[in-house]
């Protein structure tokens, strides 16, 4: 069964880089057949897709956040990561990595997310 | 576009009918059959009921049905059930450089 975990600090400071790495177990992150993405929730708010990332490394990313966001892949370790940089309270939500299958465009798996309180 | 548009909130009453739609553009929505819908309750991860806008993953119930017409899309549940009250968001392709939107979210009562 294939499993996504979030990992990373929890609190992060106003103009400072979020940074978290989404472990994948159960499965291989260099299969063609996924994108590996990041979404976000702020609390008692809606999903917003972040970005994603192929195995080849080729990014997809929110244009409204495509200024601050590095999405990355290490197959090495079956893992790829987010990182969000001069964040802002606005940045404060729950951070959910997952699976997209390629063929339809569905998140089919997601990791249990993690909130992440940008605050000092 | 950021967002696509649902309604912010359908209720029913038990053994109903429901129906939420998810308006986008050409360039979404309408352009490609790549419309899916999840189902988020408080604290959890969301799951996906609906992909390729009218198929059901496995394990989902028959319940839960999908369709598109031009650039709105519309989940329908049958026989609203409790545990069917829950959070629905849909998502789609879209030819932009995002590859994927999701929906505003709809607020599932069920009375």
């Known amino acids: 069964q294939l499993q996504l975990q979030e990992s990373g600090p929890g609190l992060v400071k106003p103009s400072e880089t979020l940074s978290l790495t989404c472990t994948v177990s159960g499965g291989s992150i260099s299969s063609s057949s996924y994108y590996w993405g990041w979404i976000r929730q702020p609390p008692g708010k809606g999903l917003e897709w972040i970005g994603s990332i192929y195995y080849s490394g080729s990014t997809y990313y929110n244009p409204s956040l495509k200024s601050r966001v590095t999405i990355s892949v290490d197959t090495s370790k079956n893992q790829f990561s987010l990182k969000l940089s001069s964040v802002t309270a606005a940045d404060t939500a729950v951070y959910y990595c997952a699976r997209l299958v390629v063929v339809v465009a569905a998140v089919d798996y997601w990791g249990q997310g993690t909130l992440v309180t940008v605050s000092s | 576009q950021s967002a696509l548009t649902q309604p912010a909130s359908v209720s029913g009453s038990p053994g109903q009918s429901i129906t939420i739609s998810c308006t986008g553009t050409s360039s979404d929505v309408g352009g490609y059959n790549y419309v899916s819908w999840y189902q988020q309750h408080p604290g959890k991860a969301p799951k996906l009921m609906i992909y390729?806008?009218?198929n059901r993953p496995s394990g989902v119930s028959n319940r839960f049905s999908g369709s598109k017409s031009g650039n709105t899309a519309s989940l329908t549940i049958s026989g609203l059930q409790a545990e069917d009250e829950a959070d629905y968001y849909c998502s789609s392709y879209t030819s932009s450089s995002t590859l994927l939107f999701f929906g505003t979210g709809t607020k599932v009562t069920v009375l």
């Open positions: 390729d806008v009218s």
